[in-house]
């Protein structure tokens, strides 16, 4: 399999990489967290004007009708500047099921707010005591019209968000619905969590809905939502093995750069190794799920490696970094917060290795 990117999807990469160097400096993010801020507006717009927002939205909506990868590059970016804007909640919680699955009246009415970056949508998955695939949120219908109660946890830029792609179990199954943020019946409530970027807690009371199409529309946000996240773990990670090896060659002990120490080149070493295999297995992932191709165990595995072999990256670059890793000042302890944001949501390692089992025990019978 040939990971190698084409020259379109460099140029992506390249473009991203570019906005937010400019834009998400670490001394700017710095001033912009005690300043108590939660998004980054100008990498925001930026972005958007970039048409990166609307990367994977149809032409015809306009976006740039790309697809699912050029989305993940984009969140690349992101994780390896750490940079706080909605991308993962507006495109790929928001977006990319609205696209997809949505009816031609919602994706007119939405999906070009949302290219221009003007619009931020996302998705409530969460809950607590249940698993993302069997939501306790219940869809009753009312002749032609659909209500939903029920609390949703940890929703990704929910204060923020103006529309919600709702998870909710109907008399047929677990469904997707679409609700207005504003709409008479929803309250959210402010949820802190690991990367510090805050989420919501969206209670729901009878919360008039529109229904989007598909039977699998759940597993199939789940399974990107998935991915995504590790795609942006990719630059969590990569970004804190070039701190760390920048520490460690600069560093000096005994008159000697620690780097030369074999215990500190041995773990910088296994960091090295995790963060490839979490790269490896997340292009593996995104590439089947671009292609719409049967992605359940690779996703699954690219979870277990961002989340187990992702914290032992962000452990090493802490420990080699010594005590300046926690300095609030210096930009390591994002990586490792951003990490661990990431080893939590949507499951896991052992989740995700459960998942493997089954799957396994599924083919073999």
Known sequence: MDFDLDEGQQAVRDLAAQILDGTVAPERLRAFEIAGEHVDRVAWKALADANLVGIAIPEEHGGSGLGFLEACLVLEQIGRHTAPVPYYASVVLGALPLARFGTDAQRQRLLPAVARGELILTAALLEAGAPPD??????????????????????ASGLDADHLIVSATTDEGPALFLIEAAAPGVARERQLVTNQIPEARVVLDRVPAEPLAGDEALRWTIQRATAALCATAIGVLDEAVRLT????????????PISSFQAVTQRAADAYIDAEAVRLTTWQAVWRLAGELPSEAEVATAKFWAADGGQRVA????????????????????????AKWIQLNLGGANQQLRQIGRLIAATAG
Not at 245 to 256: G, V
Not at 315 to 338: C, E, K, M, S
């Open 134 to 155: 069997s939501p306790s949120t219940s869809a009753q219908r009312d002749g032609d019209a659909w209500f939903l109660t029920g609390t949703k946890d940890f929703v």
């Open 245 to 256: 090896a920048t520490y460690t060659t600069t560093r000096q002990q005994f008159a000697k």
């Open 315 to 338: 452990a090493a670059a802490q420990h080699l970094h010594g005590g300046i890793g926690v300095d609030r000042d210096y930009p390591l302890h994002r990586h490792f917060l951003w």
